[in-house]
């Protein structure tokens, strides 16, 4: 059995399916609802967990009554969790998620980790011990960067959730090995693929991806080009597909080549949004 490690944002998610998002001053009676633990991080802990592999989830929660519900429900998936400040008091981000019926597209009103940011002193090398693989998605930059230190002096690689870009992750680029970016993911003077590939190039990392929801993946693999054509479905639900992605990647990928890994993860990844909710999709594969 695989160990990995999971760094980031944790959420407590409300989700609603309706038929569209309401307009200002307007209400809507949603068909379904479902409530769970999300987060880039979180979402991919499940998944690899769920795949048959031990998850550790690393970030911040707290002792507020929310953070018992995100402690429980990760739990129930067997998630291992490592708080960061154990102590705070703030409740964790609480998002509201609205995914419109007949297209699985999705709106969400949140607030990361920017208030909850946490000092590396906080990080006990302990942590990695038996790690396999990390995946960082850059909602803990600070303890992110010492914990992609550690694992470089103890080899232990690194795959980044490139979801959007965020400040200081050019301190931890350097130590990836394989970024998965979305097509939001914009770094510094980068506006289109072609640019994101030269920026990640130039940081070092040898494996790069750009998904992009139901059009083909592209991908530079230690200089070469190319694209990936992913399953067609029709969506019920769109939300956390890029989190199961980075989830299944971070397993196959332990076992499999860049591009068989790319090409396994978005199967998974597809399948999930046949379901309403972030976890349905594990309970009726």
Known sequence: MKTGLFLGLATWDLIYLAEKPPGENQKVVASDCTIAAGGPAANAAVTFGYLGNAAIWAGVLGNHAIAQLIKTDLAEYNVRIVDLSPGRSDPPPVSSIIVTQGTGGRSVISINATKSQVDNQTINPDILTSVNIILIDGHQIPASTEIAQLAKSKNIPIVLD???????????????????????????????????????????????????????????????????????????????????FHGAFCHYILQNNFIDTLTAAAKIASHSCKFFGTRNWMNKS
């Open 162 to 244: 490139g979801g959007s870009w965020k400040p200081g992750l050019e301190e931890i680029l350097p130590f990836v090995g394989w970024a998965v970016c979305s097509d939001n993911f914009h770094p510094p003077n980068c506006d289109n693929s072609e640019q994101v590939f030269a920026y990640l190039s130039a940081a070092g990392i040898p494996n790069i991806a750009i998904t992009r929801g139901e059009k083909p993946i592209l991908y530079l693999s230690n200089g070469k080009y190319g694209s990936l054509e992913i399953p067609q479905i029709q969506a019920t639900d769109t939300l956390g597909a890029g989190d199961i």
